[in-house]
């Protein structure tokens, strides 16, 4: 912790406040942070940052170890929340976009091609919903089977007990569940669950519940994912989503990063007004506008390193995939880390290795000359032109 305290001590300056561990620590450094040479291209040298950091948890566990992603972002930005949401508004609202949403989801599973072959066979007056249950193509049974069923039971139960009946007629959770980061995956869907029961206590009504959804998702609000219990395992977190939690153990990865630093030709600031830049010549407002942005900036990036740093119990391992570039976080860090006496150490890159080398794309086959076997008059076609669509069978191109 002492560590700690003279990297910010630098960093945050009068506002830095100290903190006091409950127990001592134990010897030797509690921060080591690391660089690796600059290497061409990016992506080789972050490859090599990734493989330093996988030997140094491998070390630290003195074992294999299992990723688990703690989950940062809005719930209501993941995959299954999205699917339940557009779930709920295809059958509250009929809205025909949920619906192809759903089909095309685990819920459904209905493919691209089936989809497609609805929309043909739907009427110019006829709506999705309609087509859909009027179908007679197989691949969409399963689909029917469903809407037909919650649309019956929409109008008597809640929307969470609605979600609970499409896993059970679909086994949605049952395809998570063989799904990469299943975990993950099916906290996520019981947040969403919990979530719709929370807001039924306003009004039980799925048409209520959907609309409070959207506007949530709309205005941009965060909605907390569920935490998960790691156990032993590595988990992945976002410097965001860390705040609150703390780990035996925290390594930093990617500290080369900095934000883009391109500024629009107009900034607006509520005190300043609208700055103006044309060509390379800044209004003063422009310039002032720039410079309070970046400051600001600045200052989140400190307070973040703050929280990254302060997540660990016993160590803390900082790595950045080349030297301190400008506005890096690294070049943020740098001054606190000489403060506290923490040697910044150079990783050398290692070769390429061939077996696992990125080829080049082979070169695109070339399209075909002639679309129609015979010439084609288009004079002679029926219809508007203007509405006139040229397509062809992707697989059919040598």
Excluded at 183 to 195: F, I, K, N
Excluded at 230 to 244: E, F, I, P, R, Y
Excluded at 367 to 388: H, R
Aim: net charge negative.
């Amino acid at each position: 912790m002492g560590t700690a305290n003279r990297v910010f001590a630098a960093l945050l300056g009068p506002l830095h406040v100290p903190l006091s561990a409950e127990r001592d620590g134990g010897p030797g450094p509690s921060i080591e942070a690391w660089q690796l040479e600059e290497t061409r291209p990016k992506a080789r040298t972050r490859a090599a940052e990734a493989a330093h950091l996988a030997a140094r948890v491998r070390a630290l566990l003195d074992g294999p170890a299992t990723v688990h992603e703690a989950g940062g972002g809005s719930l209501l930005d993941t995959p299954e929340a999205r699917d339940g949401l557009a779930l709920l508004a295809a059958v509250a609202l009929h809205d025909p976009a949920a619906l192809v949403t759903t089909l095309r989801s685990p819920l459904c599973g209905v493919s691209d091609a089936a989809i497609a072959d609805l929309a043909r066979t739907r009427d110019e007056d006829d709506d999705w919903f309609r087509a859909l249950e009027c179908s007679a193509d197989q691949r969409l049974g399963r689909a029917q089977e469903l809407f037909r069923e919650l649309q019956r039971r929409c109008r008597s139960e809640p929307p969470s007990t609605l979600l609970q009946w499409a896993n059970r007629l679909t086994g949605y959770t049952a395809v998570l569940a063989n799904l990469w980061n299943a975990g993950r995956r099916l906290a996520d869907w019981r947040g969403l669950t919990e979530l719709v029961r929370e807001l039924e206590r306003g009004s039980d009504e799925t048409f209520s519940v959907v609309l409070a959804l959207r506007e949530t998702l709309r205005a941009g609000v965060d909605v907390p994912r569920p935490v998960l219990e790691a156990g032993d395992a590595v988990v992945l977190s976002t410097m965001h989503s860390s705040k609150g939690l703390e780990w035996p153990v925290v390594i930093v990865a990617d500290l080369g990063w900095s934000a883009p630093h391109g500024a629009g030709d107009v900034l607006v600031d509520s005190e300043l007004g609208v700055g103006l830049r044309q060509g390379d010549e800044p209004t003063v407002a422009w310039t002032l506008i720039a410079a309070r942005r970046r400051a600001r900036e600045e200052a989140e990036a400190r307070r973040l390193l703050y929280v990254a740093l302060t997540r660990a119990r016993d160590a803390v391992v900082l790595s950045a995939s080349g030297p301190a570039g400008p506005g890096s976080l690294l070049e943020l860090l740098t001054p606190g880390l000489q403060a506290a006496g923490v040697e910044l150490r150079e990783v050398a890159t290692p070769e390429l290795d061939t077996r696992r080398a990125t080829w080049p794309d082979p070169a695109p086959a070339p399209l075909p000359t002639v679309l129609w076997p015979d010439p084609v008059d288009l004079q002679t076609l029926d219809g508007d032109l203007g509405s006139f669509h040229l397509m062809w069978n992707v697989s059919e191109l040598p």
